[in-house]
């Protein structure tokens, strides 16, 4: 079994979808970045490249490759996953904390929760996506940008089921 920890955080702009978990959220603001933004798929993509050893998502992602602008955090996430079957692993589980003042996410959690789950090819009770805000602190708190955390798990595909 092996451990990997992410993390992520984008500014929010305007003129961009807020896209998160693979999900849109309404929202009158998006996250900016080289790709879609999407802060929680960075995390998971993040934690499972760190549990394979394997460096980070700037490594394999980089911003200065034009050919990646505009990419889908999901196409990121699911080239990762292919690491890890191929490295000969599966994933045990993933749990991920969403870190955001605005806006309120409570009503798309579920949604989050199955698109990271199908990305990943994982049972969604393998699969678990927290919120929280920071009360106002710091940069989230306003209302700047949105972060994410995530822990996988990840470990013979027996013992994975």
Same mark, same amino acid.
């Given at each position: 079994?092996?451990?990997?920890?992410?993390?992520?955080?984008?500014?929010?702009?305007?003129?961009?979808?807020?896209?998160?978990?693979?999900?849109?959220?309404?929202?009158?603001?998006?996250?900016?970045?080289?790709?879609?933004?999407?802060?929680l798929?960075?995390?998971?993509?993040?934690?499972?490249?760190? /549990?394979?050893?394997?460096?980070d998502?700037?490594?394999?992602?980089?911003?200065?490759?034009?050919?990646l602008?505009?990419? /889908?955090?999901?196409?990121?996430?699911? $080239?990762?996953?292919?690491?890890?079957?191929?490295?000969?692993?599966?994933?045990?589980?993933?749990?991920?904390?969403?870190?955001? $003042?605005v806006?309120?996410?409570?009503?798309?959690?579920?949604?989050?929760?199955?698109?990271?789950?199908?990305?990943?090819?994982?049972?969604?009770?393998?699969?678990?996506?927290?919120?929280?805000?920071?009360?106002?602190?710091?940069?989230?708190?306003?209302?700047?940008?949105?972060?994410?955390? /995530?822990?996988?798990?990840?470990?013979?595909?027996?013992?994975?089921?």
């Open positions: 079994m092996r451990i990997g920890q992410g993390v992520d955080a984008h500014q929010l702009v305007a003129g961009r979808r807020l896209i998160l978990g693979g999900v849109e959220i309404p929202f009158d603001r998006g996250l900016e970045g080289h790709s879609d933004g999407d802060v798929l960075h995390a998971v993509a993040s934690a499972l490249l760190g /549990a394979l050893g394997q460096g998502l700037g490594e394999h992602f980089p911003s200065s490759d034009a050919t602008a505009g990419i /889908a955090s999901r196409d990121i996430l699911e $080239q990762v996953v292919a690491r890890v079957t191929a490295a000969g692993f599966a994933i045990g589980n993933v749990d991920a904390t969403v870190i955001a $003042q806006p309120r996410l409570a009503p798309h959690r579920a949604a989050m929760t199955a698109s990271l789950a199908d990305a990943l090819g994982a049972d969604e009770d393998r699969v678990n996506v927290k919120l929280t805000s920071t009360d106002r602190l710091g940069f989230l708190g306003r209302e700047e940008g949105v972060a994410a955390l /995530a822990v996988a798990l990840i470990g013979d595909p027996e013992e994975c089921r």
